[in-house]
């Protein structure tokens, strides 16, 4: 009878190794598996903060643009008083915002050429429309014909035509706004 307690005892104790070498093999994943899955928790911290800074990057984007003037508040779209000098007078207020627009262009030292496009885009596409007495799309794409219309501008004021707007052919088409 003692046999046969040992005999039991070993078999259980067999049993018990059994079951704890076959829970060890398969719940114990391998080291790659573990140092995968760590990378792939700090590559998607990183992606947190990426799309955070994005977030962030987007938002001065949006405060750096220049605003049109619906987005402009109530109280900064008050006229400013006139102060009777020849240049106030001779600047007629329907071109005021666009004045101020290529103003901005200049004051940012932009250049702008074929294949250009955003907001400024449009600010030079507006100028040229009045220039031109013409009633294109602004679309913002600095394409083709818009380099046709400010090299024709440029020549018109003898500067360089090279399609091209910077300073110098912002500078010409505030010039020209003051004038009429």
């Known amino acids: 009878m003692e046999n046969f307690k040992s005999i039991l005892f070993l078999i259980i104790i067999l049993v018990i190794i059994v079951f704890g070498g076959y829970w060890a093999v398969s719940t114990i994943e391998p080291g790659s598996i573990n140092v995968e899955r760590e990378k792939q928790k700090e590559l998607e911290q990183k992606n947190q903060e990426l799309e955070k800074e994005i977030q962030e990057l987007k938002d001065k984007i949006a405060i750096l643009e220049h605003p049109t003037k619906e987005q402009i508040p109530v109280e900064e779209n008050i006229e400013k008083p006139n102060t009777n000098t020849p240049e106030n007078n001779a600047t007629p207020l329907k071109y005021q915002s666009l004045i101020d627009d290529l103003q901005k262009l200049i004051d940012d030292n ?71």
């Open 110 to 180: 932009i250049h702008m050429k074929e294949k250009s496009y955003g907001t400024r885009v449009g600010t030079i596409q507006t100028f040229l429309n009045i220039y031109n007495n013409t009633t294109k799309k602004v679309d913002n794409d600095y394409g083709a014909g818009t380099k046709t219309d400010v090299i024709k501008f440029q020549k018109a004021e003898k500067i360089t035509a090279d399609g091209e707007a910077g300073p110098s052919t912002f500078l010409k088409m505030i010039d020209w706004l003051k004038k009429q």
